[in-house]
């Protein structure tokens, strides 16, 4: 393959993975059609099978791409103490607006069936958001501070639940949920005696 | 309509929304066809309409039926004190394993569009919760331990959030889920100045 030619393959790639994920997002994955996909990203469906195979192989490929994304938004360590607290706060306010945030509930119950394609792949990101928030709370200015009998994983489970609720209460009626003042309430009870005073500048300026 | 054939009518109700709610949960929506209900049910595919309308009706009732199981499930306010934590604790635990649970997640994307029929019954499931949790955060004993700033019906946001998604890790990966663990690990920290000790005796024995 040309230098020119395998870029267009690579171009003609990402423009269907990106309408998929669209697609599957807006109107859940059985009811997207290849055809579909080929309309929304302007390369033809009969290039479809050499990029993916099936409209499973497809799937799969978006789902490989969201998990990535997801990942990717975990690279950064949180913050030592009350800077960590807020952190989970902000992560969790910027992902709700994220197209992640949508891809992943519409194929939630796509995933939840054990013999499904996605279904590793999803468990895995709800594990990497688990491992994510275990490390933090396992720090020892956080861990010391946990009530007797908390351990940092019980706890991380139920942060991890509370970033997926939060998010899933304002996808359903964005009017009803204060994303802002709910993760503030919720991080300022679960870690009140941190030092929030002196973490003001630990809050990113965009959050 | 005779007192027989009212009672009749009244079973077939019955079973074809029993089947109904099965087969959404299982399959989803969109792949369940009214034959399918019929044949799980043991109804005739013809008494449908009358009972239901179309398909979306008996969506409809499948879901007003959810909600009022749901509500059911909220009647009982929560303890005073650490004994309502305990039994929010309880709450979330055992919700896990009940068919609403499921049905619930499986319908979720269908009723995230604003314009589907029981998008404003979802998101009155939602606001319950809240409201649920609301009443008992709001008691005084509870309000005035909270972190100054912190509002009763935000923190009621965030925990509905974290039964919501403690659940779904736990759907979709039960093995990797501790479910009585990680409630526990919640209530415990969120609510570290209660009196705990003194509310061993308001755990349920089931629980």
Same mark, same amino acid.
């Given at each position: 393959?040309?230098?020119?030619?395998?870029?267009?393959?690579?171009?003609?790639?990402e423009?269907?993975l990106r *309408?998929a994920a669209e697609l599957f997002a807006?109107?859940?994955y059985?009811?997207?059609?290849? $055809?579909?996909?080929?309309?929304?990203?302007?390369?033809?469906?009969?290039?479809?099978?050499?990029?993916?195979?099936?409209?499973?192989?497809l799937l799969r490929a978006v789902v490989e791409q969201l998990h990535s994304d997801i990942a990717e938004s975990m690279?950064?360590?949180?913050?030592? +103490?009350?800077? @960590? *607290? !807020?952190?989970?706060?902000?992560?969790? !306010?910027?992902s709700?607006?994220r197209h992640t945030t949508k891809l992943f509930l519409a194929l939630l119950?796509e995933a939840?069936?054990?013999?499904s394609p996605i279904h590793t792949s999803f468990a895995q990101i709800h594990?990497d958001m !688990?491992?994510?928030?275990?490390?933090?709370?396992?720090?020892? %200015?956080?861990?010391? %501070?946990?009530?007797?009998? $908390?351990?940092? +994983?019980?706890?991380?489970?139920?942060?991890?639940?509370?970033?997926i +609720?939060?998010?899933?209460?304002?996808?359903?009626?964005?009017?009803? $949920?204060?994303?802002?003042?709910?993760?503030?309430?919720?991080? !300022?009870?679960?870690?009140?005696?941190?030092?929030?005073? @002196?973490?003001? %500048?630990?809050?990113?300026?965009?959050?």
């Amino acid at each position: 393959m040309t230098g020119l030619r395998k870029e267009r393959t690579r171009q003609s790639r990402e423009l269907l993975l990106r *309408a998929a994920a669209e697609l599957f997002a807006e109107k859940g994955y059985h009811s997207t059609s290849l $055809v579909d996909v080929a309309d929304r990203s302007g390369v033809s469906r009969g290039s479809i099978p050499s990029h993916f195979g099936d409209k499973l192989g497809l799937l799969r490929a978006v789902v490989e791409q969201l998990h990535s994304d997801i990942a990717e938004s975990m690279t950064t360590p949180l913050a030592p +103490g009350a800077g @960590g *607290a !807020r952190g989970i706060s902000h992560l969790g !306010r910027t992902s709700i607006r994220r197209h992640t945030t949508k891809l992943f509930l519409a194929l939630l119950h796509e995933a939840s069936d054990p013999d499904s394609p996605i279904h590793t792949s999803f468990a895995q990101i709800h594990a990497d958001m !688990r491992d994510y928030l275990h490390a933090w709370l396992a720090r020892p %200015e956080i861990s010391t %501070e946990l009530p007797p009998g $908390v351990a940092p +994983g019980d706890l991380a489970c139920a942060i991890v639940g509370a970033i997926i +609720g939060i998010n899933q209460q304002w996808s359903l009626n964005p009017k009803a $949920v204060n994303v802002a003042a709910a993760y503030d309430a919720f991080v !300022r009870t679960l870690f009140n005696s941190l030092d929030w005073a @002196g973490s003001d %500048e630990a809050e990113p300026a965009n959050a």
